[in-house]
């Protein structure tokens, strides 16, 4: 049985990701959130909440993990945030093994990773595709987030990869910065590439000129 073909999907925050992924959904391309597993472990009866909470006491209650509390135990705190991801990490791989297995057969799927080149790494992925938009693009969104404000954008942006590092090191990348109509094309255009072969241009217009 051959295995499917497995995309690694990243981008920086306020890039469309999650649009992508949503895009990629719509064509019946499996995906798999971390983000969104995080959540669900971290829910009202989580595998996370017992030991998240005697690791870090009065983080959680019977509607799961605060995140706010929690983010403020473990901010800037080096010590404390790999003792977190020591916790989280393996459910949420065992939650990837899972998906995994329950879509042996399907020819394309992909990892939602926002933290791929941060955090995880490329092991286990055949290529990985970034979401990129140019830079006031990316700020006019993020900053139209509720409570979202330009020191906290900043911080952020500091611990995340340079966007023009994440499309250097990428083998696909997507334009969101262009009609949603584009993008979709885009996303289109990829999965035919890796699912029939089809001709896929090595960089969308106008990236290359994203600073």
């Known amino acids: ?13 306020g890039m469309g990701k999650s649009e992508v992924a ?33 690791a870090f006491p009065g983080t959680t209650s019977a ?3 605060d995140r706010l509390k929690l983010g403020a135990a473990v901010f800037g705190n080096a ?14 791989g065992a939650m990837r093994g899972a998906f995994l297995a329950e879509n042996a057969d399907a020819p394309l799927i992909v990892f939602d990773i926002p933290l791929l080149f941060e955090k995880t790494g490329q092991h286990g992925l055949d290529a990985v595709a970034v979401v990129s938009a140019p830079g006031d693009v990316q700020r006019e969104r993020v900053l139209a987030r509720p409570g979202m404000t330009e020191e906290k ?8 990869v ?19 109509d584009e993008t979709r094309a885009q996303v289109a255009a990829l999965v035919a590439h890796l699912r029939e072969n089809a001709p896929w241009p090595p960089l969308p217009a106008g990236l290359d000129k994203l600073t």
């Open 79 to 92: 010590e404390k945030l790999k003792l977190l991801e020591s916790i989280v990490h393996p459910e949420v």
């Open 153 to 160: 954008f900043e911080k952020i942006l500091a611990l995340q």
């Open 162 to 180: 340079p966007d023009a590092e994440k499309r250097a090191r990428a083998d696909f990348v997507i334009d969101t910065g262009v009609p949603l």
């Open 22 to 54: 949503r895009m990629l959904g719509e064509l019946g391309v499996p995906v798999f959130d971390a983000d969104a597993a995080v959540h669900r472990l971290q829910g009202p009866g989580g595998a996370l909440i017992e030991p998240i909470e005697r």
């Open 63 to 65: 509607t799961g993990v």
């Open 1 to 13: 049985m051959t295995k499917p073909f497995i995309l690694g999907l990243t981008g920086s925050i």
